[in-house]
Each structure stands twice: as C-alpha cells, then as structure tokens.
C-alpha cells in the first residue's frame, strides 16, 4: 500500500482512541438502551420465552382506558406547565434585565427554586396544600373562605402538581430569556423609540420577534420537563385520585416496575419519544421562522 494511502488513517487513529470512551459510553447506555426497547416493545415475554408479536403491544397500549387518561392528563400538564412557565419567565427576564444590586438580588431569589431538589419541593408543597391545616387552606379560612382538598380532589390534584411545577421551573427559563435579551443589538432598540414606538410596540415587534430562537430553545426544555419530571408525582398523589395525575412517564414505571409488562412499557416509551420528537421539530422549526419553511 502506498505510503500516501497509510498517512490518513493512521492519522484517523489518534482521535478514534481519544473519542473511544464517549463512543462506548454512548454505545451502552444510549443506542444500546434504544434498541432494547424497540425490541421489548415489539415481543412479548411468556411462559415459553420470549415471542415476536409485531403491533400487539402498541395496540393493546392503545385500547388501555388508563394509558387514554395520562396522555390527556400529560397534554393537559405540558400546556399547563409550559406557557404560564415561559410568560412568568419573560415577565421576570424585562423587569429584571439589565445592571444593578437590587436586580441581580431579585433574579437569584427567582433562581432559587431550580436549585432544590424537586423530591424537596414536592415536601414543600405537601404542606401548603394538606386539607384544612395547609398554609392556603389556613389563609382561605382567614379570609373566611372555604378550603379544599387540593391532592384528593380529581378535578384539582392536576392543577396542584401543575402549579408546584410552574413555581420551579420558571426562574430557570428566565435565564435563558435574560440571555436572549441581552443579545438583541441596542441599535434595533434605538431605532424603535427613535420611530415613536411605545413599550408594547417594542415587545411586539422588537423584542419578541428577536427571542423567537430563545423560545424555540426553552419551549423543547420546558416539553422534555413536562414529560420526564415526575418525581413530584411519586411524592404527592401516586399517580391519584382516580389517575388524575397520573403522567406518561409514572405509567410507563407502574407498568415496567409494577405490572411487570416490559412489553407495554416499551410500546409507551416509544410513542411518548416519537411525540416529543415530533413536536421538539415542530418547535425548532417554528423558533428559526419563515426561512425554516423554504
């Protein structure tokens, strides 16, 4: 072989042997993982060991009433979670953007709740909304009001764990968008009270046209939060009453941990992943505007 053709791969093989412990880190615990649950998800395991059935388990996961129940109980939190996290999250970015003690004080007491375990903040809340003794139920009871059972009631529960999670994830979107605010160039912002445009003029048409990238960005976190925080969950209602608050993500476990159906589990992860893949693009592609159409 000519030396020419040897020069370039020996040179391949100084960065194969630098990159070959994050290639056998992803190959066991990222591509290894996905091919065992597009197998699982696909068979079933029986008496006489393991079968092929196709689509049984994903039809089965279908025709489940209780599966039904968390995908619209997940939409109904994702929406829940999501748009009051990113307008609270900007609200807190405009007023706090920009130099000064007094701000950078306020934008680390709205940090504050990302940094307690979300475990330790279901604790938290726990207290807040115990039935009739709960701090909200105590100042309801002031303010002569009647209380309510916010974990026990199904027309609440939902609601509860949905206001806990907009209360922790909210000072960490505002990271984001105070970094997107601060990119925006000063002379777009000039150029805008120089043409008389007033403080919603400049949100509408400077602002917010300019953080579309930054939202794009933040809305696939704060989707992936949606689908994949459940602690809180364990901690406060168990998936209950009645599967109120029972997520994609606490089925797929009672399944798997419970049930003992890896099978069905499987098939549950493989479309919770194919919708957050689908509206992560959805999302990404919205975010980078009309040139992501052309």
Do not use: C
């Not at 701090?135 to 509860?160: K, M, Q, S, V, Y």
């Not at 919603?200 to 949606?226: E, H, S």
Request: a positive charge.
């Amino acid at each position: 072989m000519p030396a020419a053709a040897r020069q370039p791969r020996a040179g391949l093989l100084l960065p194969l042997a630098l990159l070959s412990p994050s290639l056998v880190f992803l190959a066991l615990f990222t591509y290894w993982p996905v091919v065992e649950v597009l197998w699982d998800a696909t068979h079933a395991v029986t008496r006489r060991g393991t079968r092929f059935v196709g689509l049984d388990n994903f039809a089965a996961l279908f025709a489940d009433p209780t599966f039904q129940r968390a995908l619209l109980n997940n939409a109904l939190y994702a929406v829940g979670t999501v748009v009051p996290s990113l307008v609270l999250a900007l609200a807190f970015a405009l007023a706090l953007n920009g130099a000064g003690r007094v701000r950078a004080l306020m934008r680390a007491l709205f940090f504050l709740p990302v940094m307690i375990p979300l475990v330790a903040a279901a604790a938290l809340f726990l207290f807040l909304f115990l039935p009739g003794i709960g701090l909200i139920d105590h100042h309801l009871a002031r303010l002569g009001l009647p209380g309510a059972n916010w974990l026990g009631d199904p027309d609440l529960a939902l609601a509860a764990i949905t206001v806990l999670t907009v209360w922790k994830n909210a000072g960490y979107y505002m990271l984001f968008i105070l970094a997107g605010l601060q990119a925006i160039p000063d002379e777009a912002k000039e150029a805008a009270l120089l043409d008389g445009a007033g403080p919603w003029q400049r949100l509408r048409f400077v602002i917010l046209p300019a953080l579309r990238p930054t939202f794009a960005f933040v809305g696939v976190i704060a989707l992936l939060n949606a689908v994949t925080q459940v602690d809180h969950v364990f901690v406060l209602t168990k998936g209950g009453p009645s599967d109120a608050t029972k997520l994609l993500l606490f089925y797929i476990y009672e399944q798997a941990a419970e049930r003992y159906d890896a099978g069905r589990a499987a098939a549950a992860t493989v479309v919770t992943l194919g919708l957050l893949a689908a509206l992560t693009t959805l999302s990404l592609a919205r975010g980078q505007g009309p040139e992501a159409a052309r």
